[in-house]
């Protein structure tokens, strides 16, 4: 087997630096020392330098002391003003090519351009630069989410250092068509772009190639990608004992590069291993039993199962000589962050034949492919009958959402949901029923309305609901809203109004004072308006009335205590309880002569009253204060006269009472 490295491959000149700085920062400076984030995306290389004692942290909130080392990636101005302010020692590893795009992304920012970054936004080197803009910065990934930009004016376009040149070009040919000024800074770096070439380069002239770096390195990743882009199988590994002699069998020439993160030592043992495996495998050629194969073209589409499910790829056996593979970006329309999610061992797919079996016996398929061709017939059909597709929501991006429905469709925020939606995040994962609105096979766009399936569901329910509703009927609700003049209910999907008056049987000013934003209550249907599509609600018809209970709580000649609510010209009215007011006519208020009633009572006031007369069907009470102060008088005349009649055995006239009150005076 010939194994062959690339052009360019492993450390690029930031990495090298930043490692060699931290190396003389552990001899020279005394104290602990940190970096911010592992130092590199390479695990050896982190678990080396932890071995000096370069220690990870992940917020300078963590440490009090010591040296904090910049790694290669930069960070915003923000944080290293805040590591000044904690007194800590900085040793900037920042790539010298990484400062240029935060120094351009600064000035930019400073000369009212509209920034746009070409990246990936999570990428820490992409939040650093960031944070040289202010904050103020737009990060778009490609063309598509340029296409989504809103230009507010000269727009300056950067890239993250290890963006392709192709997608750099296409982002900014995109941002061109909006009509602004576009300045465009190329400020990626030579050493990315001449190892993907490299590597893109070897991985088409050999039969199998090997990715070395770390997992969560960008760089790498991109790599791979760009190789298995060749057709040429593809593993992508963070160390050597990770490599499968299975690998190699068979093999004629690999191909080996690596990530920019990726040190010369860890290259040098997968190369090692490499050799040591061909030995083994000694180009045996294992015998295969004989089985019955069949003839695969390519472009077209077969039915085959899922026989292993690795970190990059997936095996299907479509019943030919050997099993085809699907690489993890021909799995599906969208980013794909756990292969699980899509197949399973086992799954019957559906795979389209991207190639064929060769001399080799390679096989490569596509999922996404097969999934597209089905899709966007049916997709057709659904735009012109208006009929619903599913789909899962796989990715949250700037505007809305993308979802799989077999291929990638665009749900833009504002037709996700029937109101205003916080956080898209949490439709991840879902599926969900959309109707596609809009839809370019050429251009591979279709646009989709979550919000228009749901409005048609509610007019239904809407519909049903007032179809259905008897007057009288008693329904459960949630208040949704407050007005001066009442509140509206949601009693299962559509709101009915329950006015102020029909709230409570006493007088209330505000329905705050009876119910909340958010209160489940019973309310009783009171008119069902179908022409105008209206409900009118009641709370108060299902609580008890209190005038069903008024002739035994107040009979007639009884005295109550009772609070002076309301004057009128012609009297007082009052209020037993809540919900039963009586009227104390102005002749009784008062044994004289009263012109005006607020001469004898004030509002608030509490006064003992008698019962003259109840009507609970009119609702009508009629009160007496005059009679109250009569009994009263009538009472200490009679007790006055008994105790008179006990000591002299005389008759007391009234006459006499007064006469001996005024004596006693
Ligand atoms: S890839 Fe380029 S920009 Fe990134 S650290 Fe290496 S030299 Fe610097």
Redesign the pocket.
């Known amino acids: 087997m010939d194994v062959r490295v690339a052009a360019k491959a492993g450390s ?4 090298k630096r930043a490692i060699e700085l931290s190396k003389d920062t552990v001899r020279n400076r005394p104290g602990p020392i940190f970096s911010l984030g592992p130092l590199i995306h390479n695990p050896q290389v982190v678990a080396y330098l932890g071995k000096l004692g370069v220690q990870e942290i992940k917020d300078i909130g963590e440490i009090k002391e010591g040296t904090l080392i910049i790694r ?1 990636h930069g960070v915003a101005p923000a944080l290293l003003n805040a590591a000044q302010e904690l007194g800590l020692n900085i040793v900037d590893a920042t ?4 400062r240029r795009t935060q120094v351009v992304a600064h000035d930019l920012m400073t000369k009212d351009y509209q920034v746009v970054i070409v990246g990936d936004k999570n990428h820490p080197e992409v939040q650093g630069i960031l944070g040289w803009a202010d904050g103020k910065a737009e990060v778009v990934e490609n063309p598509w989410e340029a296409g989504l930009v809103k230009a507010r004016g000269k727009i300056g376009v950067l890239a993250q ?2 963006q392709s040149e192709e997608n750099f070009n296409a982002v900014v040919e995109t941002l061109e068509k909006s009509g602004s000024v576009v300045q465009a800074f190329k400020t990626i ?1 030579s ?2 772009s001449e190892r993907q070439k490299a590597a893109h380069e070897l991985a088409c002239q050999v039969d199998v190639m090997l990715v070395v770096g770390g997992a969560n390195s960008a ?1 790498t990743r991109k790599l791979a990608s760009l190789c298995r882009a060749c057709g040429t199988t593809t593993y992508h590994i963070e160390e050597v004992g990770e490599l499968e002699p299975a690998w190699f069998q068979g093999v004629k020439a690999a191909g080996l590069t690596a990530g ?1 993160s990726t040190p010369d030592w860890i290259i040098e043992e997968v190369k090692n291993r490499m050799s040591e495996i061909e030995e083994q495998n000694g180009n045996e050629e294992g015998m295969k039993d004989a089985v019955e194969v069949k003839a695969i073209r390519s472009g077209e589409i077969v039915t085959g199962t899922v026989v292993h499910v690795g970190q990059d790829e997936v095996m299907v056996d479509v019943g030919a000589k050997s099993e085809g593979v699907i690489p993890i970006r021909e799995l599906s329309c969208c980013e794909v962050t756990s292969i699980q999610d899509i197949v399973k061992v086992g799954d019957q797919i559906e795979v389209y034949v991207l190639k064929a079996e060769d001399n080799e016996g390679k096989l490569i398929l596509s999922k996404e492919k097969a999934d597209a061709e089905k899709a966007w017939s049916g997709l057709e059909e659904a735009l012109d009958s208006g009929q619903t597709v599913e789909g899962t929501v796989r990715e949250v991006v700037k505007g809305g959402l993308l979802v799989d429905i077999g291929v990638r469709a665009f749900l833009p925020a504002s037709l996700v949901d029937r109101g205003y939606v916080e956080d898209l995040s949490k439709y991840l994962g879902q599926s969900i029923a959309s109707r596609v609105i809009e839809m370019n096979r050429a251009r591979k766009k279709v646009i989709l309305s979550r919000k228009a399936v749901l409005e048609e569901e509610f007019a239904k329910l809407r519909q049903e609901l007032l179809t259905n509703l008897a007057e009288g009927e008693v329904v459960k609700g949630v208040v949704r809203r407050l007005t001066q003049f009442g509140a509206f209910v949601d009693i299962g999907g559509v709101d009915g109004l329950l006015h102020i008056s029909e709230m409570s049987w006493h007088r209330i000013n505000h329905p705050s004072e009876v119910v909340q934003v958010g209160d489940e209550i019973e309310v009783m249907v009171l008119k069902v308006d179908r022409d105008n599509e209206k409900i009118s609600l009641g709370l108060k018809q299902v609580l008890p009335n209190p005038w069903d209970t008024v002739e035994e709580k107040y009979p007639v000649s009884s005295v109550v205590p009772a609070k002076v609510v309301r004057l009128a010209p012609f009297g007082a009215f009052v209020q037993l309880e809540p919900g039963v007011e009586g009227l104390v006519h102005i002749s009784h208020l008062a044994e004289r002569h009263v012109a005006k009633p607020d001469e004898v009572v004030t509002e608030g006031e509490e006064v003992n009253v008698k019962v003259l007369s109840v009507d609970p069907v009119e609702k009508r009470i009629r009160l007496s204060i005059r009679e109250v102060y009569k009994e009263k008088q009538e009472r200490e005349y009679r007790d006055y006269n008994h105790n008179k009649t006990e000591d002299t055995g005389d008759v007391v006239t009234i006459g006499d009472m007064v006469g001996d009150l005024f004596d006693k005076k």
């Not at 690029?12 to 990495?15: A, E, I, L, P, T």
């Open positions: 690029c000149y930031g990495v290669s790539c010298p090519f990484v250092t290890t770096c050493a990315t760089n920019a």
